[in-house]
């Protein structure tokens, strides 16, 4: 079996980990399972490709950075639709799941959530028909790099992309302030708020941290394969499955999580047939809630 | 008007399978409140079940084994049952979110298991040629359509009733109890798990052989009759009846069924063929909106109890006697 799995693996598992990272933060925070995560990326993403539509509109034609396939438009348009993104979760948590979180039952939240995830994705298939679409059409020669392992300028630079992303949402978590608040509302909300944390913004920084990094994970999803309406529902269960398998809560533990399963289906498909990709998260999901439903680094819930 | 009567009985017909449906679901989350986001898995397995024992052999696919069609319906609620119950055992020992994703796992993987076991499944083009209970009328369709709708009827009938008794029955109490107050529930010395696992099993049962019906009904299943959309709109069906309500969840799958077949049928008189697509993702945009709304501003639906208001007034009375102590 040749080794080129372990890139596969590793940028799957870079989409599949910053979206956990979002789906973390939203159970241990929010206290629900948000269905409608995976549809943040779908609208990052066609957020994202509307700005570099309306950006090559006003100045033409630009040419890529060499060697990637994209210029300085899908960057600007990247940090646009990262804002679109956050804009778009807050708006539906005013809207919809803060008043439902008021009802204090978690489970009709993930409803309400359900309802939402099948709206969010229909409108994008109104909008945009349900044709899949790309950034670039561009093919990338990809640079040998031993082993027989090969691997594209784009697939480097979304790499170290991941990397610097999870390592500033880590020193976020644990060095600042904002961080500690929002670890203090996972363990036990009630004393956060008589400590005197506020717990609204801990409530809006999760869900920009959540809805920033899922429009970047969808974008990577757009950069190197295509962008569908589907794109992010498809991914729902990857993402569930690596934030359990990393252990609720834990931002190193849903990255982690994340690359086993992308490296998983990887190899799978290598093996078995890509076919049965999906099936991977799921038997992963199984095994872990029957031998260890804490996860890698998850506390058990008191 | 022949043909106006022909075509309400094949509407209620839809309809009353999606009653069932809603029915199991109710059992599940009305009764025992277990979040489940994958029964369109449930219904599939069901429906496949049923149609691999009735069909006539086929060299393509495993069997076709050629068995009666009430065989068949007796296989797909075994299959669907088992299903729910090794699902209800992995999870409901773990907080309601872990069903919900385990679930909504469930469906994804049924779902590819139709698209690609073709030796089990017939992969994409599905299964055809499922024998129809009142086939040989099918050359008079008002009388096949009745006919249809005769032994629907009696089949959500007879669920409707055994869900009644069910409900009312010592069982059904300790499942409310569960529902209501787990602890208290325990203390008692009921078993949370086995009774939430049984609970689950039979609305798995009931979802399959609704399967089943629609699959004997149509003569024809495909991977695409089990999307997430199904799941979606028997969610909604049971939130608009009221969850908890057997009579609940039949009136809103009736009522939902109506709105469904006739926006569509709106919006295949308002928009050219092209834009016909795009317009079916509005009408779900459309239904999505209407779960929410429901959810925030009448979450008990038309018919639907409400527990926790009678919890906490029990609550006030005992603080109440206590200070008065």
Known sequence: MSLQFIIDGLLTGSMIGLGAIGVTLTYSILRFSNFA?????????????????TISAMFGKVAPITPFSFGWPLIVALVVGVGLTALLALLLDKVLFSRLRKQEQAIIVVMGSFGASMALRSLLEFIFTSRPTYFSRAIQIAMPVGFGIRITPDQIALLLLTAVLVLGVHLLTTRTQTGRSMQAMSQNPALARIAGIDVASVVRVTWVIGAALA???????????????????????????????????????????????????????????AEWRAAVSFIILMAVLIVRPIGLFGVRER | MIDLVGYGAFFLTTALIFS????????????????????????????????LLTTPDDPARLGGFGLPILIGWLGAMF????????????????????????????????????????????????????????????????LFNLSNLAIVSAVTLAAYLALEHLTRSP??????????????????????????????????????????????????????????ILTF?????????????????????????????????????????????????????????????????????????????????????????????
């Open chain 1, 37 to 53: 995560h995976g549809d943040f990326m779908a609208w990052g993403t066609y957020a994202t490709l509307a700005v570099v539509g």
């Open chain 1, 215 to 273: 429009c970047v994970a969808g974008v990577m999803i757009g950069v190197l394969v295509q962008i569908r309406p589907l794109m992010g529902f498809d991914m729902l269960l990857p993402m569930f499955a690596a934030a359990i398998l990393g252990g609720i809560g834990s931002i190193p533990g849903a990255v982690l999580g994340g690359l086993i399963i992308g490296l998983a289906e990887a190899g799978a498909v290598q093996l078995i047939g």
């Open chain 2, 20 to 51: 069932l449906v809603t029915l199991g679901l109710n059992l599940q989350w009305g009764l025992t409140g277990l979040f489940n986001v994958g029964l369109a898995g449930f219904v599939a397995i069901g429906a496949y079940t049923s149609a």
């Open chain 2, 79 to 142: 299959a669907g049952g088992v299903a729910a119950a090794l699902t209800g055992i992995a999870t409901l020992r773990l907080r309601s979110d872990y069903l919900a994703i385990t679930t909504f796992g469930v469906a994804v993987v049924v779902q590819l298991v139709a698209l690609n076991a073709q030796k089990l499944t017939g992969g994409p083009f599905g299964i055809g040629f499922i024998p129809r209970p009142f086939g040989d009328l099918a050359e008079t369709p008002l």
């Open chain 2, 171 to 228: 069982w059904g109490r300790v499942l409310k109890a569960l529902r209501e107050d787990e602890r208290a529930a325990i203390s008692l010395g009921k078993s949370a798990r086995f009774y939430r696992v049984q609970a689950f099993a039979v609305g798995g049962a009931i979802m399959a052989l609704a399967g089943a019906l629609q699959a004997h009904f149509t003569g024809f299943i495909a991977p695409d009759n089990y999307l997430s």
């Open chain 2, 233 to 325: 709109q028997v969610w909604v069906m049971l939130i608009v009846g009221g969850s908890g309500s057997n009579a609940g969840a039949v009136a809103g799958s009736v009522l939902v069924w109506a709105i469904w077949a006739g926006s569509g049928a709106l919006t295949s008189v308002l928009f050219t063929p092209e834009q016909q697509a795009r317009a079916a993702s509005l009408q779900i945009v459309a239904i999505g909106v209407m779960l929410c709304v429901i959810l925030l501003v009448r979450p008990k639906g038309m018919f639907g109890e409400r527990p926790r208001r009678a919890r906490f007034g029990k609550r006030t009375k005992a603080t109440a006697s206590e200070s008065g102590s």
